[in-house]
């Protein structure tokens, strides 16, 4: 059962333009809300992350949208460049246990995007 | 500040065989998570561990299992490999208490079954 679903697969865009992805998720227990970058051969990187309570975060070019009536989330990253292609993943987790530490991560599926110079 | 480091980089193994991975956590963390990724697809959670014990538990066998030391680093045992358990094994670590659910990534351990 996909948790986190992700989409589009791939998108490719112009240098400057707009790419957005979006993902859905089904359990309401989620309360964060992380969005990772990966590049070939590398493990994942945090880029930014959300929480419930508030509806958009910015954070340098990357915002994410989030949705809580519809269960959904999104990543815009404005004036795109070259080097911001990767394999970009959303991702959700529920609230840490009463004794404390980080819980599991349920990721999307990923979306390759690329930019054209 | 060092971050995540996984060792090795590469492993080919054969059906059958057993094989350890290792990571160490970054400077401070004290919990570790491991993640399969396959091709093509996001990470799939394997296990966690804090405080020396298995925290939390994914849809994994019992041909994975791990440990984590005193010093907070951990391995990653997988026995009787299948074909299928080729993939990127990746380590996170985070820190309790610290910025909510919060995971580094290391670069990983790509294992190869033939």
């Given at each position: 059962q996909q948790q986190v679903k992700q989409s589009p697969q791939s998108l490719i865009v112009q240098k400057g333009g707009i790419p957005i992805i979006n993902c859905a998720y089904e359990n309401t227990a989620f309360d964060y809300f992380p969005w990772y970058q990966q590049f070939p051969g590398k493990g994942p990187a945090l880029l930014i992350a959300i929480r419930p309570d508030v509806s958009e975060k910015k954070e340098g070019r990357f915002t994410i949208s989030f949705n809580k009536s519809a269960k959904q989330f999104s990543l815009h990253i404005m004036?795109?460049?070259?080097?911001?292609s990767a394999t970009y993943f959303c991702a959700a987790s529920p609230p840490p246990l009463t004794q404390g530490g980080s819980e599991k991560l349920v990721f999307g599926k990923g979306t390759k995007l690329t930019v054209n110079p | 500040d060092a971050g995540v480091t996984q060792s090795p980089t590469h492993l080919i193994k054969t059906r059958g065989q057993q094989v350890t991975l290792r990571c160490s956590p970054k400077s401070g963390h004290d919990t570790v998570s491991w993640y399969q990724q396959a091709l093509g697809q996001g990470p799939q959670f394997i296990f966690q561990y804090y405080e020396e014990e298995e925290r939390q538990r994914g849809n994994f066998p019992d041909r994975f299992s791990g440990h984590q030391f005193p010093n907070y680093s951990s391995e990653l045992n997988v026995n009787a490999?299948?074909?299928?358990?080729?993939a990127l094994y990746l380590c996170a670590s985070s820190l309790?208490?610290?910025?909510?659910?919060e995971q580094f990534f290391g670069p990983g351990t790509r294992l190869t079954v033939l």
């Open positions: 004036d795109s460049q070259p080097g911001d | 490999l299948l074909l299928g358990d080729s309790l208490p610290g910025r909510y659910n």
